[in-house]
């Protein structure tokens, strides 16, 4: 008989570091239980980390006694395997600090994550929970395209410690139904006892694998609410227990008003769910945290997002996630590539005023009096990256630089008549037989984050950020003064403003006799003037 675990609550925490408000919790809790879901897993159970993370990425035996878990489901957490061998203690140690007997805890279930090599060394941690009184349960990640003798043989190890079910997970969400019929039947030949699947979506097909397991005797079938979870999601409780309709022993209409009431609407906060971006990842054997980072960053496009999946499906050991690969498939680029510029920039712009745009709403808002401005204070001007509210014959120049704007704007550049700054250290020998019309001036940058310097030919920069090497072409042209447009700023906490009032920093210690104001509003710590205001 199907036994139905939801795990919104873990999974989904991957959308709100765990944080879930406690409106959310008692309806859950309430929903799941009046559904007669057969088994609730609260979130994970893990060591401090360095990251702020909610109550839920911890479950901690003191939380779990604040939470009012009604009657009927077994409740359970998570442990990535991960957590204890990685500990630097035994693993009896850990399993210690970790959990209490399962007779003096509000949890009964624990499932241990691990990927295919963690697997052999499961075992202790399997036994000792057993010991302590605990259901168990082992989750075999990243699944999909394992070859069946590999299959084979974990299971055979890891069922000499007798876990009570083992699962598979499809983690990168591109496993197919035969897939799903392949590993199932694996394992059923190798093991005799409970099996379940934990299935996401990134390729729109979680329901449908879900249950063709369940047609091919898998009985612990995961879902959350929504399908919220890590990536593109997860397969919707609601839909499994639609599938279940009329099986007496699920009842789910609170499940359909717990998902109008509160999920939807947290749905449409964060945007998990499947998408063709997710679908690109999972079809690339992406991990989906890449796309999800990605996505939950507003700097990224859609453009920008899809040339970093080009960069990183041609990358090994993409399946697992890893923060400097990211950062650099979103660079694009050599950024520590020596320059050979010959360019010398030093004074081009001597005793005359430097404009630099941004497009930005108080360009747009301010464009007539921007307009007017150029026609009679007539400034260089200098475009910050390609695209412009402003029409281009108001420009002298553009400023491009190799990042993430250069992948989401780089159909544009055939329509630039004017000449262009950019790092062709940057750009390989295809990308720049495609910029072969432009008339571009080569000023160099290196990426250093300690460093803001700015030279003849180019420039060491803290962030790959094109307005700084905008503002370093100004400064090192020795412009008599600096002005900018569209430099509106971003809300406090937001990475980006935290990178810009760095850079203004940076040029205020290193170029304090750079005098530069922004005329448009703007919450950077500039001098501050106005497009408006007369000329004396």
Aim: hydrophobic content about 40%; glycine content about 6%; some cysteine.
């Amino acid at each position: 008989m199907q036994k139905i675990l939801d795990c919104t609550l873990r999974d989904g925490g991957y959308y709100n570091h765990w944080d879930f408000s406690s409106e959310v919790v008692d309806a859950y809790l309430t929903a799941v239980a009046k559904a007669k879901i057969d088994y609730v897993e609260l979130g994970l159970r893990n060591y401090p980390n360095a990251i702020y993370s909610g109550p839920f990425a911890y479950t901690t035996e003191e939380f779990l006694a604040t939470l009012h878990l009604p009657e009927g489901p077994i409740y359970g957490v998570m442990v990535d395997a991960k957590t204890i061998l990685d500990s630097g203690k035994s693993v009896c140690d850990s399993i210690n600090d970790l959990f209490i007997p399962a007779a003096e805890s509000k949890i009964a279930l624990v499932r241990v994550a691990a990927h295919f090599a963690e697997a052999e060394q499961c075992n202790e941690i399997i036994c000792l929970l057993k010991d302590m009184g605990y259901i168990v349960g082992l989750n075999l990640m990243q699944a999909g395209g394992k070859p069946a003798e590999l299959i084979a043989s974990k299971v055979q190890f890891v069922s000499k410690s007798e876990p009570d079910v083992i699962y598979f997970a499809d983690s990168l969400g591109n496993m197919n139904t035969d897939e799903v019929t392949r590993i199932a039947n694996i394992i059923k030949d190798n093991w005799c006892g409970d099996i379940g699947i934990h299935t996401h979506n990134n390729m729109g097909q979680a329901m449908s694998n879900t249950m063709a397991a369940y047609a091919n005797d898998v009985a612990w079938l995961d879902v959350t609410v929504t399908g919220m979870g890590r990536g593109a999601g997860n397969a919707q409780t609601e839909s499994l227990l639609a599938e279940f309709d009329g099986n007496s022993k699920y009842l789910p209409n609170a499940v359909y008003e717990l998902v109008i009431r509160h999920f939807e609407p947290m749905q449409r906060k964060y945007g998990w769910g499947s998408s063709l971006l997710y679908y690109l990842g999972a079809k690339n054997d992406i991990h989906p945290t890449y796309i999800q980072n990605m996505l939950s960053n507003p700097n990224y496009g859609t453009e920008e997002i899809v040339g970093a999946i080009e960069h990183l499906k041609k990358l090994e050991g993409t399946t697992s996630y890893n923060g400097d690969v990211l950062e650099e498939a979103l660079t694009v680029g050599s950024i520590n590539k020596p320059t050979e510029s010959n360019s010398d920039l030093s004074g081009i712009f001597a005793k005359r005023e430097v404009l630099l745009i941004t497009n930005t709403p108080n360009t747009l808002k301010h464009k007539i009096a921007v307009e007017t401005y150029i026609k009679t204070r007539k400034p260089i001007v200098i475009g910050v990256n390609s695209t412009h509210c402003i029409d281009s014959d108001y420009f002298d120049y553009f400023a491009v630089s190799h990042n993430s704007k250069f992948l989401s704007e780089s159909r544009g550049y055939s329509n630039i008549t004017k000449p262009v700054f950019l790092p062709q250290n940057r750009f390989d020998d295809e990308e720049l037989k495609s910029l072969k019309n432009l008339d571009f001036v080569d000023y160099g940058i290196v990426i250093d984050k300690n460093q803001f310097s700015i030279y003849s030919n180019y420039c060491m920069l803290p962030y790959d950020n094109t307005a700084a090497y905008a503002l370093s072409i100004a400064v090192i042209g020795q412009a008599e003064k600096i002005s900018l447009i569209g430099f509106d700023g971003y809300d406090m906490t937001d990475r980006r403003q935290m990178e810009m009032n760095d850079i203004f920093s940076m040029l205020n210690s290193h170029f304090n006799n750079v005098s530069i104001q922004a005329l448009t509003p703007t919450t950077y710590p500039v001098k501050n003037g106005s497009i408006y205001a007369p000329n004396f």
